[in-house]
C-alpha cells in the first residue's frame, strides 16, 4: 500500500525554524509531483508548496515565498519542507501530497499523508 509518512512538526517560538520531512513508500514517487497543504483550524485546506518530479522547479504560496523552501530526494524518496521565519499564523496542521502532474492543486492530489502540527507561538 502506498504511503507518505511526514514528520518534524513540533511547538517553535515565531521567527524559528523547523524541517518537515514526507517519506514515500514507493520509488514510482519519482515520476509525481510532491507538495505540501496545510489547513488551521476551521479554515480550509490551502496550498503551501509543490516541487516537479525531476526537483528543478518548485512553486510557493505568497504567504511563504521566501521564508518556506522545498526539495525532494528521489534516491531516498523523501521531501522536505524547510519553514524559516515562521510566524504564528503559519500554525496548522501540514499535509504531504503527491500528485501525478505538476504544478497540481489539491484536486490532482493521489495521495495525502496523515498530517503532521505545527504550532508557532508568538
Known amino acids: 500500500q502506498v504511503q507518505l509518512v511526514e514528520s518534524g512538526g513540533g511547538l517553535v517560538q515565531a521567527g524559528g525554524s523547523l524541517r518537515l520531512s514526507c517519506a514515500r513508500s514507493r520509488r514510482t514517487f519519482s515520476t509525481y509531483g510532491m507538495g505540501w497543504f496545510r489547513q488551521a483550524p476551521e479554515k480550509e485546506r490551502e496550498f503551501v508548496s509543490a516541487i516537479s518530479w525531476s526537483g528543478r522547479t518548485t512553486n510557493y504560496a505568497d504567504s511563504v515565498k521566501g521564508r518556506f523552501t522545498i526539495s525532494r530526494d528521489n534516491v531516498n524518496n523523501t521531501v522536505y519542507l524547510q519553514m524559516n521565519s515562521l510566524k504564528p499564523e503559519d500554525t496548522a496542521v501540514y499535509y504531504c501530497?503527491?500528485?501525478?502532474?505538476?504544478?497540481?492543486?489539491?484536486?490532482?492530489?493521489?495521495?495525502w499523508g496523515q498530517g503532521t502540527q505545527v504550532t508557532v507561538s508568538s
Open positions: 501530497a503527491a500528485a501525478p502532474r505538476y504544478p497540481f492543486g489539491a484536486a490532482d492530489v493521489d495521495y
